[in-house]
């Protein structure tokens, strides 16, 4: 059960007294200035009937040590797609890793070996999954199932193991660790499931934590709970977390920088206090106007008109155009190029180019052009390409 100063925080949206809580409400940094995760460019299709799926295409963003990078968009943007090809778990066919980098500690991870590979997962990489009832299995305990990760990466056994266990549902607080680890899966509460599957992902140490909408399927009150857990265990170890969710409102009390995803792209970048407070892409503004103010917290997010476009059929051009207020011609016809707002902040938008594709850098230009680029499209290039010479 969670304590009621919990509640109480949860109820009011105050977390004043969160210990690494500053005036901002954001919280300072302990971020370090070590990049320990990348993704060049990365691209996932999925080769299906009705055609090829660009779930993600030319997705590139970077975690450092210590920080927390949000990865929001709404539902099929590609955010787990993503994930599930930083650890290499797309299933193919129909899925493949067409191409970029995903460089792990200086080792870019699409190069190893499917044996190297699985060393490396839940060792240097963990991930904690939406349903920690898909995650568990049933039919075991919990000490089997944690020390099962332990045993893999760490090779202890006996005591040591036991005490590793123990260790590491400690960390994740679980209560009575010695006696809750004999329970299973349909013993425990869902907070408690999720801790365990925390519990997982945490015991060999990784450098990378990806948490999928780890809170997804928790009562909200839990949630708070859960997300705390996360920024302790982050403090103590220093640990570069990934954390998707659709929820806007997540991402303010955890994240350092934010990634916003839309079609398989990355559409804007940026600290967190840039990006809440000077949205510069039309699809985040709209992101964060959906996020229900506390006291209207019993309705669901998302009240942006319109649906994302299929993935195996996309739209010339900027995909949020037929969604978008601000939409002209050039938007419907080439990819908007990549901007710089500020140091660390980015957008693709042709707005922020006043809609003149004379004004986009060539190279930037031909980086964003990778979706099916129309004649009109070419024409502009072409011309763009005359300016720029
Ligand atoms: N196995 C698959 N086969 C075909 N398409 C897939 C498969 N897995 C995911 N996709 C497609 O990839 C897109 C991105 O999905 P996903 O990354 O799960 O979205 P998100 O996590 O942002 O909600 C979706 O359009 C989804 O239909
Ligand atoms: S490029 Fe055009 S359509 Fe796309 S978000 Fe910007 S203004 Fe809207
Ligand atoms: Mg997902």
Redesign the pocket.
């Known amino acids: 059960m969670v304590d009621s100063p919990e509640q109480d925080r949860v109820e009011s949206g105050d977390y004043s007294d969160r210990e690494d809580a500053d005036r901002d409400g954001f919280g300072p940094s302990t971020v370090q200035d070590d990049v320990i995760l990348e993704l060049k460019n990365l691209r996932t299709y999925?080769q299906?009937s009705y055609g090829t799926?660009k779930?993600v295409d030319g997705v590139s963003y970077h975690v450092k040590r210590g920080e927390t990078l949000g990865v929001v968009?709404e539902?099929?943007?590609?955010?787990?797609?993503t994930a599930l090809s930083i650890m290499r778990l797309i299933?193919s066919p129909?899925?493949y890793i067409v191409g970029g980098e995903v460089i792990l500690d200086g080792q870019n991870v699409l190069d190893l070996s499917d044996n190297e590979m699985a060393k490396i997962r839940g060792s240097k990489v963990g991930m904690i999954l939406q349903d920690p009832m898909t995650a568990l299995n049933p039919v075991f305990n919990i000490e089997n199932q944690v020390g099962e990760a332990i045993r893999i990466h760490q090779n202890l056994k006996g005591q040591s193991l036991v005490d590793k266990i123990i260790h590491s549902l400690r960390q994740v607080r679980i209560p009575a660790a010695e006696s809750r680890m004999k329970d299973f899966p349909h013993q425990l509460s869902g907070g408690m499931r999720q801790r365990v599957v925390g519990a997982i992902s945490i015991s060999c140490a990784p450098i990378v934590l990806i948490a999928d909408e780890p809170t997804t399927a928790l009562d909200v009150t839990i949630q708070a709970g859960y997300l705390r857990l996360l920024k302790e265990i982050q403090a103590e170890t220093g640990v570069g977390i990934i954390f998707i969710t659709h929820d806007f409102g997540i991402v303010a009390k955890m994240c350092d920088r934010v990634a916003v995803m839309y079609a398989g792209r990355i559409v804007e970048t940026g600290d967190v206090r840039q990006i809440f407070n000077e949205p510069s892409h039309p699809y985040s503004e709209a992101l964060l106007a959906s996020v229900p103010k506390l006291e209207e917290r019993t309705q669901r997010l998302y009240s942006i008109e319109g649906q994302p476009p299929p993935?195996f059929d996309l739209p010339p051009g900027c995909p949020f155009a037929p969604r978008c207020e601000y939409a002209q011609d050039v938007c419907r016809d080439v990819y908007p190029v990549r901007s710089e707002i500020d140091e660390n902040h980015t957008a693709s938008c042709w707005k922020l180019l006043d809609f003149d594709i004379s004004k986009a850098d060539p190279e930037e230009l031909a980086a964003a052009q990778s979706v099916s680029v129309t004649a009109v499209a070419e024409e502009q290039l072409q011309e763009a390409e005359a300016v720029a010479d």
């Open positions: 999925f299906t799926v779930a968009g539902s099929g943007s590609g955010k787990s797609v299933p129909p899925g993935l």
